[in-house]
């Protein structure tokens, strides 16, 4: 079974900087895209960043400069590095994973449970 646990809401002074992180377990034959997604009050969920396997990178034009997403895979491990943040990034943020099946190599995403960063000005 695969999970994913994001790590590092909270409250942040606006123009400050933060770190989220997203921790894997279980097996997923191959990953091919960790991205993350947050959905804020009233809003419906959007893609923030992605990163693929090969390491191409692509962010919302509404962070794009500011946020760095990154990752590892030997730790199974991926960060969102935020900075510049402002009142409209207050959201959950989630962690999706996409890849094929241990078992079955079908494609699946997989989504986390989500962790709230509030921006405070």
């Known amino acids: 079974q695969v999970t994913l646990k994001e790590y590092g809401g909270g409250l942040v002074q606006a123009g400050g900087s933060h770190r989220l992180s997203c921790v894997v377990s279980?097996?997923?034959?191959?990953?091919?895209?960790v991205n993350w997604y947050r959905q804020g009050p009233g809003n419906q969920r959007e893609f923030v960043a992605g990163i693929t396997s090969g390491g191409s990178r692509s962010y919302a034009d509404s962070v794009k400069g500011r946020f760095t997403i990154s990752r590892d895979s030997v730790q199974n491990t991926a960060w969102l590095q935020m900075a510049g943040l402002n009142a409209e990034d207050t959201a959950v943020y989630y962690c999706?994973?996409?890849?094929?099946?241990?078992?079955?190599?079908?494609?699946?995403?997989?989504w986390g449970q989500g962790t709230q960063v509030t921006v405070s000005s």
């Open positions: 999706n994973v996409r890849g094929q099946n241990y078992y079955t190599y079908e494609e699946e995403q997989y």
């Open positions: 279980g097996s997923i034959f191959s990953v091919s895209a």
